[in-house]
């Protein structure tokens, strides 16, 4: 939309300046105001949107935490839905940390002590027998296009946070809206409070959710399929995204529902995909392949075997490489070290294609648990590729970086572990290791690196966030009935084609957070058009138009000029 429709709107007075869809605060011209019953509810001035984003600047710079800022934008974003979105994208880079991560996990930690107002769809164990009919009193007569929902057992690297979860499911629909355009009235944000194990919170007299230990088994899957089949009957054309699930559960049900319905895992398929793109932008600067590389995934979690997913389908898709053979590149180490055949039932399901034989380690070191370690693995296949996400800080050690460094001149580094802390290494560190010649990339962003000729190494943030919203954005336009392998590969490798680097091999290996809208239209037209290639798009147009019709689509924060009509939109 581009400011320029008339909209004829059903609420007056009272009704209308809270309704944070409908509202313009001091934004309301005078025609509006007499027409809404607005005169006397708003002081005389009128003023832009400009003069708007200013004065929040103003307000939200007299909050002196990052936790009070958090509390600031939600307040705001409770009153006026265009205010709220044009006030993020002016200050995209700055108050992203504060919106997601890593205020929004201090956020979800507290929820029960911030609550003030209801944020989405809460779904009760407890509750279960009237789950349809509490859907469909959220749901009926809405145009939805997107649901996130989220059971909250592994939120943010901070954990189980039971109901708080709907935080994250909220953090994630204002993404999908300000970096791609989905119209927030379209998203739904929903937790699957099945309740939690931390005792931290079943403690709190001032817990709001369901106050039990968390369900799991046949229970649990019968809860959560119950939901899913009620997306599925009454909001067939919608993207689902599922949104920090724990290990146990994350890939199983990704596995179970994406041939049925379009849906998205983040930690799985989105953390893949941003890294893929980043590997590709790589290699690309190496002149290289992705079946040329050596790949260590250190962290064997939903992210690790996403992220191992991916890079391995790019493999087999971009490079032709057999399945089997693809497998035989990546190295996975948990906690219990190298994934080898002799950890037996410590191997969980989804990690069998990549586990290792244990002939080939005939000879390495082992601690007393027979376990191999990071070092042990670096210094016998000599990988090109180092992927961190264990959640272990420093992980990465001088030795071990400087090993790497040995069997490869462009050693390609990316601890991705949030937040900033908990990196398996300081860029900054693995630049001087390497003598400035590491390609690196981050999970958080750091400050930039010193190269040996004194010029600055921007460090790539290798953000879910400038993929994820752009690959949902385009499953909603082509309204596909899946979310295809082909489908993110597409994003992916949209996502590496704009890459700094191709153009300077010492410049960053994903566009600046900042482009992150622009990135994010990109990729969804790459998305929707190999939808639609694929013939799983549910239009009546082709690829041709795919662009225009991706921004006639796209929702902008800008003000519409209002007309009352009793009959109008409420």
Request: hydrophobic content about 40%; proline content about 5%.
């Amino acid at each position: 939309m581009a400011g320029k429709n008339v909209i004829r709107v059903a609420l007056r007075g009272g009704s209308i300046l809270t309704n944070p869809h409908w509202n313009k605060g001091t934004a309301f011209t005078m025609k509006e105001r007499k027409q809404f019953g607005l005169v006397g509810r708003l002081p005389y001035q009128v003023n832009t949107l400009d003069e708007q984003c200013r004065r929040a600047y103003d307000q939200l710079l007299s909050r002196n935490t990052p936790l009070r800022k958090n509390s600031f934008l939600r307040s705001l974003k409770e009153q006026n839905s265009v205010l709220f979105y044009q006030f993020l994208r002016r200050h995209l880079k700055e108050l992203l940390p504060i919106v997601y991560t890593p205020t929004e996990a201090d956020a979800i930690a507290n929820y029960s002590h911030l609550f003030r107002r209801s944020e989405g769809l809460y779904l009760t164990f407890d509750n279960q027998h009237s789950m349809e009919a509490d859907f469909l009193e959220q749901t009926r007569g809405r145009d939805i296009d997107l649901v996130v929902c989220s059971d909250a057992e592994s939120i943010l690297g901070i954990g189980d946070q039971g109901v708080g979860g709907i935080g994250i499911s909220t953090a994630k629909s204002v993404l999908y809206t300000l970096l791609a355009g989905i119209n927030p009235v379209k998203s739904l944000p929903v937790v699957l409070d099945v309740g939690t194990d931390n005792e931290t919170l079943l403690d709190d007299p001032l817990y709001v959710g369901w106050r039990h230990n968390r369900v799991r088994g046949d229970a649990y899957d019968r809860f959560t399929d119950k939901f899913v089949q009620l997306v599925r009957k009454y909001l067939p054309h919608s993207l689902l995204h599922f949104e920090d699930f724990g290990v146990t559960n994350a890939q199983r049900l990704l596995e179970l529902y994406r041939d049925k319905h379009a849906v998205f895992n983040d930690d799985v398929q989105g953390t893949g995909a941003v890294t893929l793109a980043g590997i590709m932008s790589a290699v690309g600067v190496t002149k290289s392949t992705l079946a040329d590389q050596r790949y260590i995934i250190y962290g064997a979690g939903s992210a690790g075997l996403g992220i191992a997913h991916q890079l391995r389908d790019g493999i087999v898709q971009i490079d032709g490489v057999p399945t089997d053979n693809a497998n035989k590149q990546f190295y996975l180490i948990d906690k219990h070290g190298l994934i080898k055949q002799s950890l037996g039932n410590l191997i969980r399901p989804a990690l069998q294609e990549f586990v290792r034989p244990d002939e080939e380690w005939k000879g390495v070191p082992t601690n007393n648990n027979g376990e191999i370690s990071l070092l042990e693995v670096v210094k016998k296949i000599k990988p090109t590729v180092l992927i961190g996400c264990s959640t272990q800080g420093g992980a990465f050690t001088e030795e071990v970086v400087r090993e790497m460094a040995k069997g490869v001149d462009r050693p390609i580094i990316f601890p991705l572990s949030n937040p900033g802390r908990l990196a398996e290494v300081d860029p900054a560190k693995a630049n001087d290791w390497t003598n400035g010649k590491a390609l690196l990339a981050t999970g958080s962003p750091f400050p930039p690196a010193k190269m040996p000729n004194g010029k600055d190494y921007i460090t790539a943030e290798c953000n879910n966030a400038l993929i994820y919203p752009g690959l949902g954005f385009g499953a909603v336009l082509a309204k596909a009935r899946l979310l295809s392998d082909s489908m993110i590969l597409a994003g992916a490798q949209r996502l590496a084609s704009l890459s700094p680097a191709l153009k300077d091999p010492d410049d960053a290996l994903l566009p600046d957070f900042a482009d992150a809208p622009c990135v994010n239209f990109e990729i969804a037209v790459a998305v929707a058009e190999q939808a639609i290639a694929e013939g799983i798009a549910n239009v009546d147009w082709d690829d041709q138009q795919v662009r225009k019709r991706a921004k006639e689509l796209q929702w902008l924060p800008v003000y519409e000029e209002y007309v009352y009509d009793e009959n109008g939109e409420t």
